[in-house]
């Protein structure tokens, strides 16, 4: 990994209980992020981001999507999925999204786990101590509304005024009990047709 490079985290939960029920299986929750310097910090407006894209957002992707399937088992132990980045105080929102929105990022992920869908984003910036949020979905059908969960957490040293966090999540299934139906369910009722949800 380049030098930018400063530290890995990982989060781990597994939920037994949600409300007044046992979850049964437990769902597990996991993420990891990256902390870099941020490779066009104290240059200025940079055009063009396409050279350190290309050198840091492929080795990311691999890495952290490698520890995210050690951390779960297997690809296939990921039931949804999702990504997150975070800009520190002094940076540009667009750099740390510049290392997640791009398929040399994003790809490594979805080939390890067979998925289908898109990954859900947030881009966002803040200080060190800001929370991650990275919102999942089902890997194979964004419409699947169980699925629907965030990885939630925060690195007390990060991101400095000058780095970059990045990160991927994902879940071992859908919500415990979840029971508030599917999209499709609800283009059913408003008498919308699935594959042209707008009516145009």
């Given at each position: 990994m380049e030098p930018e490079l400063r530290k890995v985290v990982t989060f781990d939960e597994d939920i037994h209980r949600e409300g007044a029920k046992a979850a049964d299986p437990a769902l597990r929750m996991i993420g990891v992020a990256a902390v870099v310097k941020n490779p066009w910090h104290g240059r200025g407006h940079v055009e063009d981001l396409q050279p350190d894209i290309q050198r840091l957002a492929p080795p990311l992707g691999k890495m952290l999507t490698e520890r995210l399937i050690a951390l779960a088992g297997s690809g296939d132990a990921i039931k949804a999925y999702g990504k997150a980045c975070i800009s520190g105080t002094d940076c540009e929102i667009e750099h740390a999204s510049a290392l997640i929105h791009t398929l040399q990022f994003g790809n490594f992920y979805r080939d390890a786990v067979g998925a289908k869908s898109y990954l859900g984003f947030t881009n966002t910036r803040g200080p060190a101590n800001t929370q991650i949020q990275i919102p999942l979905m089902d890997k194979h059908d964004t419409g699947r509304r169980s699925h629907y969960l965030t990885v939630q957490f925060s690195i007390y040293d990060a991101p400095a005024h000058d780095e970059l966090v990045v990160a991927l999540g994902a879940a071992t299934g859908g919500r415990p009990h979840h029971r508030i139906g599917d999209r499709y369910s609800d283009l059913?009722?408003?008498?919308?047709?699935?594959?042209?949800p707008a009516g145009v």
């Open positions: 059913a009722m408003l008498g919308r047709d699935v594959e042209n």
